[in-house]
């Protein structure tokens, strides 16, 4: 059975930066992509970063430049690393995998 735990959320002001966390069991991966997306009140679910298998990341244009997306095979946990972050990066940030495992998600709220 899949399970993705997420972490690492919190407050913070703008400017500031947040680095979370995916831990996984049940499913290694370094062997599959990993998508991070978030979610903000009212919004839909929008798709922030993916690592896929060799290491390759993709951001939303909305992150690029300011968040990056890691992985650590030893640990099998996928990091995203905010930096600078905006007023508009608060919302629940989940970790998904292809065979549609989400995590429950971690809060990440920046303040003006």
């Known amino acids: 059975q899949v399970r993705l735990v997420e972490s690492g959320g919190g407050l913070v002001q703008a400017g500031g930066s947040l680095r979370l966390s995916c831990a996984a069991s049940?499913?290694?991966?370094?062997?599959?992509?990993v998508r991070w997306y978030r979610q903000a009140p009212g919004n839909q679910r929008e798709w922030v970063a993916t690592v896929i298998v060799t290491g390759s990341a993709n951001y939303a244009d909305s992150v690029k430049g300011r968040f990056t997306i890691s992985r650590d095979n030893a640990k099998n946990t996928v990091y995203l690393q905010m930096n600078s972050l905006k007023p508009e990066d608060t919302g629940v940030y989940r970790c998904?995998?292809?065979?549609?495992?989400w995590g429950q998600g971690t809060q990440v709220t920046v303040s003006s």
């Open positions: 049940g499913i290694i991966l370094s062997r599959t992509a």
């Open positions: 998904t995998t292809p065979d549609n495992s």
